[in-house]
């Protein structure tokens, strides 16, 4: 399986403000996903990002608040912003298309304050 | 709508003891699927998949799943808890042919006693 790797992991942020995520790939991979895990919950497709196309949001994801990058075949950035404390949670990136099954990064611990 | 069902949101096991984790899914077709675990402070790690064939499914760490098309479920099943395994166990799922993400379960905590 493919490892996924995810900066920052954790970040304290202000309300307001905006973070973005880098998710890197040691290969390449033709899809890859972004989700939310809010505290004590399950997790939540945001988008899914292919390279050399717009990403593909979910119901009630827009692109202005989740704007999400996908410059190649191993990276993808997603951006939370104008924060606020309801943005507290654990975004993580997962990678497929080679594979039905998807893997994921260690995720990305947000809390806004 | 379609849907992922965990019915048990916390379950205790005593180490040693057999477990079984409950999921069951709402989709016009029989989805590709899956068990995850997400220990403290961990990503998820895939234990097990289903695509076809043989609806009894080996994965990771000892654990095995059973596909039942006539009830929509895949249950998680170890013949014998560790302490180790004391996490938050996801089911997901995937509809063929996509290129969709997955749709998870709510997940199961899985509490075991010494």
């Known amino acids: 399986s493919a490892v996924i790797s995810q900066k920052p992991s954790r970040d304290i942020c202000q309300r307001g403000t905006s973070l973005t995520i880098q998710c890197q790939v040691d290969s390449q991979v033709t899809m890859m996903f972004w989700y939310r895990q809010q505290p004590g919950q399950s997790l939540t497709l945001i988008a899914t990002?292919?390279?050399?196309?717009?990403?593909?949001?979910e119901s009630g994801f827009v692109i202005d608040k989740f704007p999400i990058s996908r410059p190649n075949l191993t990276f993808s950035t997603l951006t939370v912003s104008n924060m606020s404390p309801e943005d507290s949670s654990i975004y993580l990136c997962?990678?497929?298309?080679?594979?039905?099954?998807?893997?994921f990064g260690p995720g990305t611990r947000l809390t806004v304050t | 709508a379609q849907s992922v069902t965990q019915p048990d949101i916390h379950i205790t096991v005593s180490e040693g003891a057999s477990l079984e984790l409950r999921c069951n899914y709402s989709?016009?077709?029989?989805?590709?699927l899956f068990w995850y675990v997400q220990s403290p402070g961990q990503g998820l790690q895939l234990l097990l998949k289903y695509f076809s064939g043989d609806t009894l499914v080996q994965g990771i760490k000892g654990f095995e799943a059973e596909f039942k098309r006539s009830q929509s479920s895949f249950n998680l099943r170890k013949p014998s808890v560790h302490w180790s395994d004391a996490a938050e166990y996801f089911c997901?799922?995937?509809?063929?042919?996509?290129?969709?993400?997955?749709?998870f379960g709510k997940g199961t905590h899985l509490i075991i006693q010494p």
């Open positions: 997962s990678v497929g298309g080679q594979t039905i099954e998807q893997y």
């Open positions: 990002a292919n390279q050399g196309s717009e990403a593909t949001y």
């Open positions: 989709y016009g077709a029989t989805p590709y």
């Open positions: 997901a799922v995937r509809m063929r042919g996509g290129a969709d993400g997955l749709t």
